[in-house]
């Protein structure tokens, strides 16, 4: 730990330990809301009445307003659980585990809404609900490994090895994420080209950028308000009988 | 004692124990013969048909044997406490690990490949594809064993994780699946397969080299 400065680390270890982080996240939830709802209020009024339609795909293309930071999330989402997962394993940190299980189910919810958001759009532009397109096909996969991480972690009684069983597979996945990406695209491909990522010179026009940009500000701040509510509600679970519960409940009774 | 013969005797007591119930052996091998006779019960006998399924039935059909035979891979050692002798050996467990699969992909992985020639001529796969067939399954087999060894890890210590296994492996089955099977389809339609059998032998040593960690460290979460 020598690399790492004294402020640092002693502000990872604050954080590290429940009641402060508790604290913290109450302190942080109500300013993350806000943001998020503006946010939210200029991203949705930018997208879908600000922004012109597309000049082929009409008013259908606004689904990217959802679609598109929905599946940025879904692969975000499970980088910082395996993050996460790695912390949990090397350190035994109880916070890396709480976040880490806290965010499987949201992260399962982002990319179950850009499967059904990428469904409803290719109805109308490709004539199917379900195509066997390479890009869909590793986002179901994607919805399977978040499926068998909420499913391994319940099935084990023993919070602490049931923690340690989800970083080992988070981490597995995590390093299987870009193979199966890959291989899939290598064996179909059907779904339309990145039309942001090309930095040189995306194919959106800057009016449909920039309310696509702060929808997707706007789905962190929902992922950090909904991943610390869930982690609040995962310690006060974990830890039912500590003494900062117990201060917690005479405070507010 | 030495890690290679360590080793190496961890492969030849699980080979002994599965020589002494020989029975079990033959299970996932009827598995895979009985899972593919379904195919054209189910789909109809048209030879055209079974002919272009023919590659992706079969390598189905292996992976769900594979599937099928993981879950005895830590489980008797796990239930006698041998599994717990194992972890606390001075010797380095992913090495163990690593005998114990490959101990369990020469009683259930070499069998399939002795019997999928005979199921692809059922199938009507022309001849001049036999020869991938058996190269995927030599070299794509022992990755379902190693990653599957991963979740067996995690698992083992459940009274029933049979379906968690299955949703915890299967997607990580996803790239093996695709290039083996399109390498078959690629040589029955007279194509050059280099790219897939490189792949897949490069799935292999990276497997190799790198599941015995996660899996010792699933083991070692299982047993305390």
Same mark, same amino acid.
């Given at each position: 730990m020598a690399f790492i400065p004294e402020p640092i680390s002693r502000f990872f270890h604050r954080t590290a330990s429940p009641p402060h982080f508790y604290a913290l996240a109450n302190? *942080?939830?109500?300013?993350?809301?806000?943001l998020l709802v503006l946010g939210l209020a200029y991203g949705l009024y930018g997208g879908l009445y600000l922004a012109p339609a597309d000049y082929q795909q009409g008013d259908s293309y606004r689904i990217i307003y959802i679609h598109v930071p929905a599946a940025w999330m879904s692969l975000f989402v499970y980088v910082v659980m395996a993050?996460?997962?790695?912390?949990?394993?090397?350190?035994? !940190?109880?916070?890396?585990?709480?976040?880490? $299980?806290?965010?499987?189910?949201? %992260?399962a919810g982002f990319t179950f809404i850009a499967l059904v958001t990428g469904s409803l759009w290719g109805k109308p532009m490709w004539g199917a609900w379900w195509v066997?397109?390479? @890009? *869909?096909?590793?986002?179901? $996969?994607?919805?399977?490994?978040?499926?068998?991480?909420?499913?391994?972690?319940?099935?084990i009684e023993d919070k602490r090895s049931a923690s340690r069983a989800v970083s080992i597979l988070a981490l597995?996945?995590?390093?299987?994420?870009?193979?199966?990406?890959?291989?899939?695209e290598w064996w179909n491909t059907l779904h339309q080209g990145a039309t942001v990522s090309k930095l040189d010179k995306p194919s959106i026009h800057i009016s449909m950028l920039i309310p696509l940009l702060t929808m997707a500000v706007a789905f962190k701040l929902y992922y950090a308000v909904a991943v610390l509510q869930a982690a609040k509600l995962e310690l006060i679970k974990r830890e039912p009988s500590a003494q900062w519960v117990k201060n917690l409940l005479e405070t507010s009774a | 004692?030495?890690?290679?013969? #360590? +080793? +190496? #005797?961890?492969? @030849?007591?699980?080979?002994?124990?599965? +020589?002494? @119930? @020989?029975?079990? !052996?033959?299970?996932?091998? +009827?598995?895979f013969v009985l899972v593919v006779t379904l195919f054209p019960l189910a789909v109809g006998a048209q030879p055209n048909l079974l002919q272009t399924m023919a590659p992706g039935v079969v390598w189905v059909s292996a992976l769900l044997a594979a599937l099928l035979s993981l879950d005895g891979m830590f489980?008797?050692?796990?239930?006698? %406490?041998?599994?717990?002798?194992?972890?606390?050996?001075?010797?380095?467990?992913?090495? *163990?690990?690593?005998?114990?699969?490959?101990?369990?992909?020469?009683v259930t992985g070499l069998p399939l490949l002795v019997i999928a020639p005979l199921l692809a001529l059922f199938l009507g796969l022309p001849e001049r594809a036999m020869p991938t067939l058996w190269l995927t399954l030599l070299l794509a087999t022992p990755v379902l064993?190693?990653?599957?060894?991963?979740?067996?890890?995690?698992?083992?210590?459940?009274?029933?994780g049979g379906m968690i296994l299955s949703l915890l492996v299967l997607p990580l089955y996803v790239p093996v699946l695709i290039f083996a099977s399109s390498a078959v389809d690629r040589a029955a339609g007279g194509l050059p397969v280099s790219a897939q059998i490189n792949i897949l032998l490069s799935m292999l040593l990276a497997a190799a080299v790198v599941t015995p960690l996660p899996t010792a460290a699933a083991l070692r979460m299982s047993v305390n």
């Open positions: 302190r *942080l939830i109500p300013w993350l809301s806000v993050i996460m997962g790695g912390i949990a394993l090397i350190w035994r !940190m109880k916070l890396a585990e709480v976040m880490l $299980i806290s965010s499987a189910p949201i %992260g066997w397109d390479a @890009r *869909l096909t590793s986002e179901l $996969i994607l919805l399977f490994l978040y499926l068998g991480i909420i499913s391994l972690y319940g099935a597995v996945g995590v390093v299987n994420i870009p193979i199966i990406h890959y291989s899939v | 004692m030495s890690l290679t013969a #360590a +080793f +190496f #005797a961890i492969i @030849r007591r699980d080979l002994l124990l599965a +020589f002494r @119930r @020989r029975a079990e !052996m033959a299970n996932p091998l +009827f598995f489980r008797s050692d796990f239930e006698d %406490g041998s599994l717990e002798q194992m972890l606390l050996s001075a010797q380095s467990l992913p090495v *163990l690990v690593l005998g114990k699969v490959v101990a369990h992909w020469l064993s190693l990653i599957g060894a991963i979740g067996v890890a995690l698992t083992v210590g459940l009274r029933r």
